[in-house]
């Protein structure tokens, strides 16, 4: 029988946060379908038209069971999420250079995506384990960095630069809410700044040219800077009120690349304006305070660092994308949360918000 509080404490302003953004990206990538003249039944918006609704499944089922089970087996979903990662390695499809994709029962899927949701449970049991009194100490942290250093090499190697920096950034944000002594912090600052002039050198040639040209995106204008100037281009041209569907001049003569995945943010600036950017952000922004707080009244501390990761998980992919298509941050291949195509990200992000609900229903609920 189904307790009358969960549905009761069921967060539908976040849900409904999350459908709009949904709308709104399912817009913008027909749009880019339009523009990129793709076969009937394999544009983008018809296929992440389904991938949302098999991720509005998986977001069901994750509300459905109780949070406090699920981190019981956080390891062992975090071990299956990484032996997918070395999947990838060794039986991988290879697309662009990179070999990110592992093809199961016909389906692409991206492993990489579900280590972002798992690093999240991973972190979220440990730190509930062994809740440090004052923080997190150096020796305290050595068995997660151990464990967590795993999937960042290998997805840094794939080569992911872009994901892997995503993961180790989350994995910082989560144990700086725990809790994190000073000493620490400053032992870990020094070795950071010990490391980068090493972490310079084994970066490949066209990540050493990502960042000169987020330094300077005129350096290489027809080259690597090529994307970041046709992307502000993009966002500037569309002005207060946009230029309306199918009329972006940059998107629609196909001057901006990669219109469906990690510049679709410049074809929705280009096409609604400053009015829509600020709707989208705006919902962007009720959906993070929303996990906030959730994560403040979270019943348990399981629950409070599942909602917290969850939310610095969507907030990182909103600010590292976005600040990515307007030159704040060098270009990576960070998608925009429920808007950009992909159906790993689609489908992670749901069962992550699925997650955020469970925890939000059941802080009424007492422990067994």
């Not at 979220?124 to 960042?152: H, M, N, Q, W």
């Not at 725990?178 to 020094?190: C, D, E, F, S």
């Not at 009244?297 to 909103?318: C, E, K, N, Q, S």
């Not at 270009?331 to 808007?339: C, K, N, Q, R, S």
Request: proline share 4%; hydrophobic share 55%; aromatic share 14%.
């Amino acid at each position: 029988m189904i307790d009358r509080r969960l549905i009761i404490n069921f967060e539908w302003l976040l849900l409904v946060m999350v459908l709009l953004i949904c709308g709104i990206g399912l817009a913008n990538l027909y749009s880019t379908g339009h523009t990129l003249n793709f076969p009937r039944g394999s544009a983008p918006c018809v296929k992440q038209f389904y991938w949302i609704l098999l991720g509005l499944f998986c977001m069901t089922v994750a509300t459905a069971i109780d949070y406090r089970y699920v981190v019981q087996y956080a390891y062992i979903i975090f071990g299956f999420s990484v032996i997918l990662l070395i999947g990838v390695s060794l039986y991988g499809k290879i697309a662009q250079g990179s070999q990110r994709w592992l093809i199961i029962g016909g389906l692409s899927i991206q492993p990489s995506e579900m280590i972002k949701l798992t690093v999240v449970l991973f972190l979220a049991r440990y730190a509930s384990d062994v809740f440090p009194e004052g923080g997190f100490t150096t020796k305290s942290l050595v068995v997660p960095a151990c464990i967590l250093s795993l999937p960042v090499i290998m997805i840094g190697l794939q080569p992911d630069l872009g994901t892997a920096l995503f993961i180790f950034i989350l994995s910082v944000s989560i144990i700086l809410f725990v809790g994190i002594r000073w000493k620490t912090i400053i032992a870990l600052l020094l070795i950071c700044l010990m490391i980068m002039p090493l972490f310079w050198f084994l970066l490949r040639d066209y990540q050493r040219s990502r960042i000169l040209t987020f330094l300077d995106p005129e350096r290489d204008p027809l080259g690597t800077g090529y994307h970041i100037i046709q992307s502000m281009i993009a966002v500037g041209s569309g002005g207060f009120m946009g230029k309306g569907l199918f009329k972006g001049t940059q998107t629609q003569l196909k001057f901006l690349p990669e219109q469906h995945t990690d510049f679709v943010f410049s074809v929705f600036a280009e096409e609604w304006g400053f009015v829509g950017v600020m709707l989208l952000i705006g919902c962007y922004l009720t959906i993070i305070l929303w996990g906030l707080n959730i994560a403040r009244h979270a019943r348990d501390l399981p629950g409070m660092f599942i909602a917290y990761g969850i939310t610095a998980y969507i907030f990182l992919g909103v600010t590292i994308n976005i600040g990515m298509v307007i030159g704040i941050f060098p270009v990576v291949g960070i998608p925009l949360p429920f808007l950009s195509y992909g159906g790993s990200a689609m489908i992670v992000l749901m069962t992550g918000i699925g997650l955020l609900l469970n925890v939000s229903m059941r802080r009424f609920i007492l422990s067994r």
